[in-house]
């Protein structure tokens, strides 16, 4: 087994199963051991306690996780005993979304030099009572972040390829570019419409 399976992502829904989260298989697991979850079965909505479902044995070409005695299926499915809230609707700004947000790419240019030559720029600088947000930052290349300085792109005679705006994404799977099937008997066919980040 390779340290990719512990790293696959799981639905989390909430008592009421409402998804509410995705997390990595490791952390799917160490939820239902501590009792905190049950896993549920996307085929019959059966659910399982960990004594129940550390009992199963991983079908034919099944995913498991091996244990020391024994191999753990991969639940793709948890549902939380104790949990009803749901997640916030909007998009963190953070350095990783906003690469997300503008593709990796320099939204003065349009070149894609890799995360190291990117910078985060500020429309309006800071200099001048801009602030960081997602409809004042966007990516640039170091090369013309350097042109434009401390202006604004009008004042540099640059002109922005795209307007910067909040995301639209659900960042619920914001994390994960894995589409698993059995999600689709949880989630609304616009959840799978969303762009999943690699």
Known sequence: MSTGV???PTLVLNRNWQPIRVATVARAITLVYGGTAQVVDPEDFRTYTWADWSALRPREGELFVQAVRSRIRVPEVIALNDYD??????????RRNLFKRDHHTC?????????????????????LG??????????ACVACNK?????TPEQAGMRLRRAPVRPKWKPLYATHGVRIESWSRFLSEAYWNVELEA
């Open 6 to 8: 512990i790293r696959r």
């Open 85 to 94: 809230r749901l997640p916030s609707a909007t998009v963190a700004f953070t």
């Open 107 to 127: 939204q003065y240019c349009g070149a894609q030099p890799g995360p190291d030559q990117l910078t985060i720029d500020h429309v309006v600088p800071r200099s």
């Open 130 to 139: 801009g602030v960081s947000s997602w409809t004042n930052c966007v990516l």
């Open 147 to 151: 042109r434009k300085a401390d202006r």
